[in-house]
């Protein structure tokens, strides 16, 4: 199984472009996840899914969309892209039942 | 929002030392999940604790839930080059099915 692929792995847009992020996981879980990770630090949720059709803020939302029209894809919209994005992003999923979530490679994105 | 708490942030130690991290919470925790991320990768599950006072061991990794389910443990004995990254407690918050990450713990260790 390939589980968790994420795209692209690496990234530079320039400041005000756009781009979307993608995440698509074979394993047919209810839930999705969209984390940042800024060099050194922990992991912030920016935006989650129960479900298709279903999406939910994280922590930290503001400057990115997320859209869930099936189970097995969650793409990650950046509308304006600002330095302060410049970020390793990684999707994970989790299953209905279960407890481990499983996570993609991560893209990585800086914003120039 | 409920949130989890992560000490230490860093931690350096020398190989076959002990190391310890813990999380704490201002809330009951209906469970509680360990990951490790190795430098440069992404993170990887360990562990899920569920019961009050758990304790579950793999190989040289003990992890605790506390009594009171606001707090949780992973300590490492004996440490070896391959357990360098950083761990994460994470809260699964019941209902909105949110996983909500501490800010880690990143160990190295001199060889």
């Known amino acids: 199984n390939a589980g968790v692929t994420q795209t692209p792995k690496f990234r530079i847009l320039k400041i005000g472009q756009s781009m979307t992020l993608q995440c698509t996981q074979d394993m047919n879980h209810n839930y999705m996840y969209w984390y940042r990770q800024d060099p050194g630090m922990g992991l912030k949720l920016i935006y989650y899914s129960v479900g298709a059709g279903i999406t939910d803020k994280g922590e930290v939302p503001n400057g990115y969309n997320v859209s869930r029209s099936t189970t097995e894809d969650f793409p990650l919209r950046l509308e304006l892209a600002a330095p302060s994005q410049t970020s390793v992003y990684f999707c994970?999923?989790?299953?209905?039942?279960?407890?481990?979530?499983?996570f993609g490679q991560g893209t990585r994105l800086t914003v120039v | 929002g409920q949130q989890v708490m992560q000490i230490p942030q860093y931690q350096h130690v020398q190989e076959g030392e002990d190391f310890t991290t813990y999380c704490n919470s201002s809330t009951t925790l209906s469970n509680i999940q360990w990951y490790k991320q190795r430098p440069g990768g992404h993170p990887v599950f360990l562990i899920q604790l569920v019961k009050s006072g758990e304790v579950k061991k793999q190989k040289r990794l003990t992890f605790q839930f506390g009594e009171a389910k606001k707090n949780s443990s992973l300590h490492i004995t004996a440490t070896q080059t391959t357990d360098v990254g950083t761990y994460f407690c994470?809260?699964?918050?019941?209902?909105?099915?949110?996983?909500?990450f501490g800010q880690g713990t990143r160990l190295t260790i001199n060889p």
């Open positions: 994970a999923s989790r299953p209905l039942v279960g407890t481990e979530a499983f």
């Open positions: 994470a809260d699964i918050i019941q209902g909105a099915q949110k996983l909500v």
